[in-house]
């Protein structure tokens, strides 16, 4: 089941995307204060959240799809730890879905098969013709732009 428009399941795994789930036992999770807006109560509540996963040492993901994680996210990654920060809201319980739903959208990106390569092609006869024939019009136009030859 799903809440919220989020990709947590039940019991607080988090769905990548069909057949790759994070499990609860694999996120950290981590509270402080947050600097949004919240009122008299900002400075009392702990509802900024920084969900942690280890991605290096995830039993998740099949070892294809964790060296592309790796690799995608090099550039997020802390000894192999990915750490997502939420804080937009002034609620705790919010600022955790938002965190997971974070997750689970940076891990969809990261183990996204690559594109397909491109096959290079010819362009064909009648484009060429039709390219050639533009510019000897514009070539044309330009040179009966010139002054009038005496």
């Known amino acids: 089941m799903k809440r919220n428009d989020s990709e947590v399941t039940e019991n607080g795994d988090v769905e990548v995307r069909k057949g790759v789930t994070i499990p609860e036992t694999e996120l ?13 109560s900002v400075n009392t509540t702990d509802s900024r959240v920084e969900l942690t996963f280890d991605v290096a040492g995830t ?3 099949s070892d294809v799809l964790k060296s592309r994680a790796l690799e995608r996210l090099s550039h997020r990654l802390v ?6 920060a939420a804080s937009e809201h002034k609620s705790q319980w919010r600022n955790r879905e938002a965190a997971r739903t ?4 940076l ?6 098969a690559p594109p397909r390569q491109r096959r ?5 006869k009648n484009s060429v013709r ?4 533009d ?9 009966l732009r010139g002054r009038p030859e005496d």
Request: charged residues 35%; hydrophobic residues 30%.
């Open 59 to 61: 039993t998740a993901l």
């Open 79 to 84: 000894d192999g730890v990915l750490t997502v």
């Open 102 to 105: 974070r997750l689970a959208a």
């Open 135 to 143: 510019k000897k019009r514009r070539g044309e136009t330009k040179r």
């Open 28 to 40: 950290g999770w981590r509270f402080s204060r947050s600097s949004g807006p919240g009122g008299q």
């Open 107 to 112: 891990l969809r990106d990261a183990i996204a």
């Open 130 to 133: 039709r390219r050639l024939d």
């Open 120 to 124: 290079p092609t010819k362009p064909s």
